[in-house]
C-alpha cells in the first residue's frame, strides 16, 4: 500500500514538468551506457535515474520510477523504464532518440504490478512483467504483444520467452518455468520450479543460481550440462557471453566458464553500489 501511495503522489508531481526538461535532454548519442544509478530522493517522491555513458557523460532520466528499477541493454545502448510523466512503460534507443511506449497508460493501481523489465541479449526484443499478462515489444517493429498468464518474464531470445506464471499469492499453484514459442504456444521447461534463471545469449541453456553453485541446463529439455561452486561470487549478473557469466565479487567482477569452471577478471565494469544500481554494457 505505501508503495501504491507513492506512486500516485509522483504521478501527480510529476505531470508538471515535463515541458520545462525537453529541451535539457541529450536527443542521442552513439556512446553507449556504462551503468545507471538512482537519483536522491526530493523533499517528498524518489524518482529519476542517472545513465553513466562510456564518454563520461551523463544522461538524465528525471522522471523514470526507482521502483522498480531499469533495465539496460547489453549493448548499452536501449534503456526500459516506467515513465511517472507519461505514465506508460517506455523503452529508449540513446543513438537515434527512439522512444517506444511499451504499455498503455497505466493507473497507479497497474504501475504497482509491474515487476521488472528485460532485454533479449542483442537488444531486439523487451518486456516488463505484470499481474495478470506481461508484453514483450520488438524494438525493431515497435510491435507488442501481451503473453496471457505470464507474470513474470526473465528471459528472451528471438525463438523463446522464459517465464512464470499465476504469481498471486494464495493461487494454490506451483509455479513451474514456461517457455513461449513466438506462435504463442509453450511447455514446462522439466524439473524447473521458480528459479532464478538467466538464459545465454544464444537460448540454448539456462544458468540457474543455486545456494553454493551455479548450473547450466538445457533451456528446451532442462537436462543438467554444467555446474561450478560460486566461490565467492555474490551476484550474477548475465552471461557475457554463450561460454562465460559475469560475476560480482566484493571486490570487482569476474567472468565464469561454466564448462570448464575457470575464472577470469573483467575490466571496465564498475563497483556495484547495490540497489539503485543496474550495470550497462561491459567487455564483449
Known sequence: MRYRIRVAAVLLATAGGVL?????????????????????CGDATCHGWSLH???GEVYPLPYAAQEPGIAISDDGHRVVYL????????????????????SPELTADQAVNIGGFVFSHDGGLVAYSAQPDSRIMDFGT???????????VFGLSKDLIWGVPRC??????NRRVVAIRADGSGFLVPGLDDE????????????L???GYYEAVDAVTGKRLARVKRSGCERVERWLNDREVLCERSN?????????????????APASWGTGFVLGRVEW
Request: hydrophobic share 40%; glycine share 10%; net charge positive.
Open 209 to 211: 543460481v543455486d545456494i
Open 142 to 152: 515497435g510491435k507488442v504483444r501481451t503473453i496471457a498468464g505470464i507474470c513474470q
Open 168 to 173: 498471486r499469492p494464495g493461487s494454490g499453484e
Open 20 to 40: 520545462l526538461l525537453l529541451f535539457l535532454w541529450p536527443r542521442s548519442t552513439g556512446q553507449p551506457i556504462v551503468y545507471g544509478d538512482a537519483s536522491h
Open 196 to 207: 532464478e534463471a538467466f538464459p545465454s545469449p544464444d537460448g540454448r541453456r539456462l544458468l
Open 83 to 102: 515513465d511517472l510523466a507519461d505514465r506508460r512503460v517506455m523503452a529508449r534507443d540513446l543513438r537515434d532518440g527512439t522512444v517506444r511506449p511499451l
Open 53 to 55: 555513458l562510456a564518454s
Open 252 to 268: 570487482g567482477y569476474q567472468a565464469i566458464d561454466i564448462a570448464r569452471a575457470t575464472s577470469r577478471t573483467v575490466t571496465g
